[in-house]
């Protein structure tokens, strides 16, 4: 059973970089995609990006240029960056597995608020 | 960006009643070549992450339960719970992966009449 699970900082000042990791286990990385998706309290889905195994990447176009997703497959491991953070990033961020799209494997999802 | 509108918004069922949800593309998610509709359906229930639920616009995934149902094509979609239960209480949101950005419904909750 694929697990994925969440980490990172909670509170990040305006102007600053959100930083989250995924740790993948109970499966490989490999053959798939690994998406990060958030929702503001209360509010709906925005999916945010995604990435290959082999680090090919896709960014929602309303957010690329403020977004990087890495991937360690040595350490089952994804990464978000979101630069420049305002108040409209406070959100719970979820990563998930994406099999072309369906998103059939998540985290718990994590709680970023952005404040000072 | 492909827009994807729920309705209704949210709607009050008793249990053992059917609840049925609506969603529409702003452009088809069928793909002609093989004839299959991008479109998947999630339950997200308070404090958990959303579930998957239906893909291919009406393939239920495995271990969800048959009283939900989905239908259409093209641009317009349909989830059925034909017998509501308490423990359906939840959120349900359209999506379409047809082409990136995926994008979701803007939810429609679920409550007990």
């Known amino acids: 059973q694929v697990q994925l699970q969440e980490s990172g900082p909670g509170l990040v000042k305006p102007s600053e970089t959100l930083s989250l990791t995924c740790t993948v286990s109970?499966?490989?990385?490999?053959?798939?995609?690994w998406s990060w998706i958030r929702q503001p309290p209360g509010k709906g889905l925005e999916w945010i990006g995604y990435i290959y195994y082999i680090g090919t990447t896709n960014y929602n176009p309303s957010l690329k240029s403020r977004v990087t997703i890495s991937v360690d497959t040595s350490k089952n491991q994804f990464s978000l960056k979101l630069s420049s953070a305002t108040a409209a990033d406070t959100a719970v961020y979820y990563c998930?597995?994406?099999?072309?799209?369906?998103?059939?494997?998540w985290g718990q999802g994590t709680l970023v608020t952005v404040s000072s | 960006d492909i827009v994807m509108t729920q309705s209704p918004d949210s709607l009050a069922v008793s249990l053992g009643e059917r609840a049925t949800i609506a969603c529409k593309s702003s452009q088809s998610v069928l793909y002609s070549s093989n004839n299959k509709n991008f479109l998947a359906w999630y339950q997200q229930k308070p404090g958990q992450p959303p579930k998957l639920l239906i893909y291919w616009a009406s393939t239920r995934e495995s271990g969800v339960p048959v009283r939900f149902s989905a239908s259409g094509s093209g641009t317009d979609f349909t989830l059925t719970i034909s017998s509501l239960q308490a423990e359906d209480v939840a959120v349900y949101y359209c999506?379409?992966?047809?082409?990136?950005?995926?994008?979701f419904g803007q939810g429609t909750k679920v409550e007990i009449k």
């Open positions: 109970g499966g490989s990385m490999s053959t798939y995609y």
């Open positions: 999506q379409q992966y047809f082409s990136t950005p995926w994008t």
């Open positions: 998930a597995r994406d099999a072309d799209g369906l998103l059939d494997y």
